[in-house]
């Protein structure tokens, strides 16, 4: 009796500053989830998305005091070395919880058109955005995969939150079975790794590796391979990328935006952080991998980008093949590397929520005219949306005055000072392939409405005077174009156009002074890597 | 007796292994989540197995994570899986797959 008297438990001490975006997004989730059994029906949608905006804002601002703090004080760890606060982590999270503002603009005029005014898009992105967050923070392989579970699971409900669209189901039913698959790989290698080093906290795994050389190095090299395969599924890296075409074109398109560019970053987020501290010492072992994973995910994007007729479908190998562009600067596993590696993220994450926005309003009601050929004269139907979507495009290609420039730039620089030049060299000629898919998707939003058939009336000498105008015809394959596809009237959705625009003025502001994100970047990868 | 800790590890690997094959193999949607669960749970067995081996606490804390998640997995993909049934009255993958390219 008098020895429970005495008795104390030891409760780790929390800061709560270090998860304070995490709180945020998953208070505000559950406000949303109060509020909407409260309000009629027809002010709720418009009640969610501003809770759900200024629950996004709200966690961007905290993450940013975050930011801060770490400036001033440097990393810290918390709650029994499980959660790290560092730039690494608190770059993430400005960059999770922009995407979310965006995309919660872009989910509204889409809930709208489809009449669904209950709230499960806002709360489920929160959550999956807080798991995000989570990720990017996490100090600890068992913390790592619950919050990549919480993000997952949140994402496996909202691809199919729409139960009127028959292919939703569908792409649930593939991202959940692949997913779970590759959660279980994942597990097993935490297990594989916590048999080799007698922990899962990165900073102890770091200590054990720096110190000893591990009695079974066969085991920690399986568990550090089967990790890699678990990433790898989540960030959508051939050979682990067939739940993704499928997956992008069921989902609706602002969850595939959403996805596209969340999953992303907090996928890439807990690899880099995984792979260059606690397997830093290792890298020999685990470059070569990712060099292959790279290589195969630029080409197999690239090329099977260009063929493809839904632009979802185009946009989901787009992913595939940026994903390789990221895994450039992760290979270099240098600090340059990993500064143009966060860079790349964080843009390519708002230059294709953009795109996904204008997919969303493009498709209409239904979702359902996602064909390239609904974008012919987009421009003219609708300038403001069609000159973001440009500007988008050919951001996603790497244009000037763009951030993609600076990213492709940054990862291909990287690469290239590491000795990595046939990386570099497949890269570029992959930038050229999947060029091509934009221009082509550009140039058919450009072409003014109703343009009779030009492949036939062109000659030779026409050709030659109007060379702009031939390659035009032939990239459009317009000779399966009738014409009334395109007349579809692109219907009027001003608060998914302020998402847009935000994403479109990111893109282009920070690609004329791409100094501040780049500088964010390099604090945050000298953070991480010290 | 004693059991050396080695025979769990490889049990755990084979259970892994054919919950993996049963997954690239089997059709059914609800087989292939118990093939999953097969591999959770064999990841599961590693953990104790190595928690015993290295008299660490950790290891057999994790499970409990696993569980956790697993249990929130299944009610999420059964939920899926009904939402699909009641549109097409199968739960084969073969038949599931509208989309292609």
Redesign the interface.
């Known amino acids: 009796m008098s020895l429970l008297a005495t008795a104390t438990i030891k409760v780790p001490s929390i800061d709560y500053l270090a998860i304070l975006p995490v709180l945020i997004l998953i208070g505000g989730a559950v406000i949303i989830m109060t509020v909407t059994a409260l309000i009629p029906g027809g002010l709720r949608r418009d009640a969610t998305t501003g809770l759900s905006v200024t629950t996004a804002i709200a966690a961007l601002l905290s993450a940013l005091v975050e930011w801060h703090r770490v400036m001033v004080q440097g990393a810290t760890t918390t709650i029994a070395h499980a959660i790290v606060m560092d730039g690494f982590s608190t770059f993430m999270a400005i960059a999770v919880t922009s995407c979310v503002v965006i995309a919660s603009l872009i989910g509204h005029d889409y809930l709208k058109r489809e009449d669904i005014s209950s709230a499960e898009y806002h709360i489920l992105a929160l959550i999956s955005a807080a798991g995000a967050v989570l990720m990017a923070s996490a100090n600890d392989l068992?913390v790592i995969?619950?919050a990549l579970?919480i993000l997952s699971?949140a994402l496996?409900?909202l691809v199919?939150f729409n139960?009127r669209r028959?292919?939703s189901?569908?792409?649930?039913?593939k991202y959940?079975?692949l997913g779970?698959?590759s959660?279980?790989?994942f597990?097993?290698g935490?297990?594989?790794t916590?048999?080799a080093t007698?922990?899962?906290n990165l900073t102890q795994i770091i200590d054990f590796l720096g110190q000893n050389t591990p009695q079974h190095a066969g085991l920690l090299y399986a568990g550090m391979g089967l990790l890699i395969v678990g990433f790898a599924f989540k960030v959508a890296a051939v050979p682990f990328h067939f739940w993704t075409?499928?997956v992008y074109?069921?989902a609706p398109s602002p969850v595939t935006g959403f996805m596209a560019a969340v999953a992303k970053i907090g996928g890439f987020a807990a690899l880099l952080r995984v792979l260059l501290t606690a397997f830093g010492t290792q890298a020999a072992t685990w470059q070569p991998i990712i060099y292959a994973v790279a290589v195969a995910s630029l080409i197999v994007g690239a090329l099977l980008m260009v063929v493809?007729?839904?632009v979802k479908?185009m946009m989901a190998y787009s992913s595939i093949n940026h994903a390789g562009f990221i895994l450039l600067g992760v290979e270099a596993a240098t600090t340059k590397g990993v500064e143009a590696a966060l860079y790349y993220l964080f843009v390519y994450a708002v230059m294709t929520l953009g795109v996904f926005g204008v997919i969303s309003v493009v498709a209409a009601k239904g979702d359902e005219d996602t064909t390239i050929l609904s974008y012919r004269g987009l421009l003219r139907r609708s300038p403001f949306l069609g000159a973001c979507f440009v500007l988008l495009l050919l951001a996603q290609a790497g244009a000037p005055f763009t951030t993609g420039l600076f990213a492709k730039l940054g990862v291909l620089s990287a690469a290239v000072s590491v000795g990595s030049w046939p990386l570099a060299l497949v890269a570029m000629l992959s930038a050229v392939i999947s060029g091509f898919a934009y221009l082509r998707l550009t140039l058919l939003s450009v072409r003014p409405l109703g343009a009779p058939s030009d492949v036939d009336e062109l000659d030779v000498d026409t050709a030659v005077s109007q060379p702009m105008h031939h390659l035009g015809a032939t990239l459009l394959l317009e000779e399966e174009a009738p014409v009334d596809v395109a007349v579809r009237h692109v219907p009027s959705s001003p608060v998914a156009l302020s998402g847009v625009a935000i994403a479109t003025a990111f893109t282009v502001v920070f690609g004329l002074i791409p100094g501040p994100i780049l500088s964010l970047a390099h604090a945050a990868t000298l953070s991480l890597l010290g | 007796m004693s059991i050396p800790g080695e025979y769990y590890l490889i049990l755990a690997a084979l259970l892994f292994g054919l919950g993996a094959f049963g997954l690239v193999i089997r059709r059914n949607v609800l087989i292939m989540f118990m093939c999953v669960e097969l591999m959770l749970n064999a990841a599961n067995l590693t953990f104790v197995t190595f928690a015993r081996m290295l008299h660490d606490i950790g290891g057999q804390a994790a499970v409990f994570f696993v569980l956790v998640v697993a249990a929130a997995e299944v009610v999420v993909g059964l939920g899926i899986v009904v939402s699909i049934f009641r549109r097409r009255s199968t739960a084969v993958a073969d038949d599931i797959s509208s989309m292609k390219g």
């Open positions: 068992v995969f619950l579970e699971i496996y409900v199919a139960p028959g292919e189901g569908e792409a649930a039913l959940f079975i779970g698959f959660s279980a790989v597990v097993y935490i297990a594989l916590y048999g007698g922990t899962t075409p499928d074109q069921g493809q007729r839904d479908r």
